[in-house]
């Protein structure tokens, strides 16, 4: 019995699922509806994504609103910018104001302490006349108070509680200062002339201390810018404070001047503290002394110029001495002063041996040589000698 191979079994491919068996409906048109309804999804997906990136690139980001710009507040800001002393011990304070708007000076007062202890206090209005300080504006203010040695001064300024300030940070200063000690302070006060017109040497003592009987003074003397003299001095009696008396040294060679003589003295404690104060050990004047003899009822004019004198380091005013000295303590003589330009209008005064006239004026920068004159009237009728001496810085 020949048996036959089996042959291989046909592949069965089924034609339909179950489910579309079911419907009725062939599998390729089913497949073909997908993958259709697929690519139309798809194209309709990026076609809506197109059309959002074309309506965003049409769209500008709108501006942030941003606050309107504030102005900067216009207010006042003191500040003390320096501290410092005058004739060696008086406090002087400098305000400055650099905020953008004036300060009221009657707001402030300075609040003083010295080594950290509290001294005195003041009222910028007892001080000061100024009403507002304006911005960028500076003020020097001189207070009553004195240092005496070394310490360390601070001053605040206390202003009101309701002046607002750019910056109350700033409103104190400290610095160290060095005032003068509790001492005698000697001082050449003036110069005199003698009747035959030697030199002589006031002193006195414008300290807060008696200066002691014994003290030893070296005294240098100038005559037209040459040294004539140098010499130790024994005061030979107490000068007492406060300028309550006066001293007077007679060079031990006598200094005779005559004509136009410049004269420069100064003097030195041998021991530092019996004199407290240099500064005012030194003193130059200049001296025009004219000889005259004027007939019965007769009158004489004289010239001189007084020179520019520079500004010191605090302010003052010199003065010009005038005297006439004659013989005959009976007769009165007539003293006439003035500038050219008012020749006619020229006061006078009248008196007996020495006729003494003091006219202080201004030193400054300013200030221009000036031609004056004088004129000396004897109304008697006897001769009159004598000299005229004019005394000026």
Not at 101 to 126: C, N, T, W
Not at 232 to 240: A, M, N
């Amino acid at each position: 019995m020949t048996v036959q191979p089996l042959s291989p079994p046909v592949s069965a491919e089924f034609i339909y699922y179950l489910d579309e068996y079911l419907s009725g409906i062939p599998l390729e048109e089913k497949i073909t509806e997908k993958v259709e309804k697929a690519e139309v999804k798809e194209e309709g997906k990026k076609e809506e994504e197109k059309i959002k990136k074309e309506e965003l690139s049409h769209l500008t980001p709108a501006p942030i609103p941003t606050e309107p710009a504030k102005e900067p507040l216009s207010l006042p800001d003191i500040t003390i910018s320096n501290l410092f002393l005058i004739q060696k011990r008086h406090l002087i304070a400098t305000l400055t104001n650099i905020g953008t708007a004036p300060f009221p000076m009657e707001s402030g007062g300075l609040i003083l302490h010295v080594d950290g202890r509290f001294e005195k206090q003041y009222e910028l209005k007892s001080l000061s006349d100024m009403a507002l300080l304006q911005p960028q504006q500076s003020i020097v203010l001189s207070t009553p108070f004195s240092i005496f040695g070394k310490h360390e001064v601070e001053v605040r300024l206390n202003t009101s509680p309701d002046l607002r300030e750019l910056d109350k940070k700033n409103n104190q200063f400290k610095k160290i200062l060095e005032g003068l000690p509790i001492g005698p302070d000697i001082m050449i006060k003036d110069f005199d002339l003698t009747e035959d017109l030697e030199l002589s040497i006031i002193l006195s003592n414008a300290g807060e201390v008696d200066l002691r009987k014994g003290v030893i003074f070296r005294v240098q003397i100038h005559l037209n810018d040459r040294k004539i003299s140098d010499f130790e001095h024994f005061i030979s009696e107490e000068l007492k404070a406060y300028s309550k008396n006066l001293y007077t040294l007679s060079p031990p060679y006598r200094v005779s001047l005559k004509g136009i003589s410049k004269i420069k003295v100064s003097i030195a404690p041998k021991l530092r503290p019996d004199d407290i104060r240099m500064e005012n050990n030194v003193l130059e004047r200049r001296f025009i002394i004219f000889p005259f003899q004027i007939g019965a009822q007769g009158r004489e004019q004289f010239s001189f110029f007084v020179p520019i004198f520079p500004l010191k380091d605090e302010a003052f005013s010199e003065k010009i001495k005038m005297e006439v000295r004659w013989e005959g303590a009976d007769t009165s003589l007539k003293l006439s002063f003035g500038e050219p330009e008012n020749v006619k209008d020229f006061p006078y005064v009248s008196g007996k041996s020495p006729l003494k006239i003091e006219l202080p004026f201004f030193t400054g920068a300013s200030q221009q040589e000036r031609l004056w004159k004088i004129s000396v009237t004897n109304p008697f009728e006897s001769r009159v000698e004598g000299h005229l001496i004019i005394q000026h810085p």
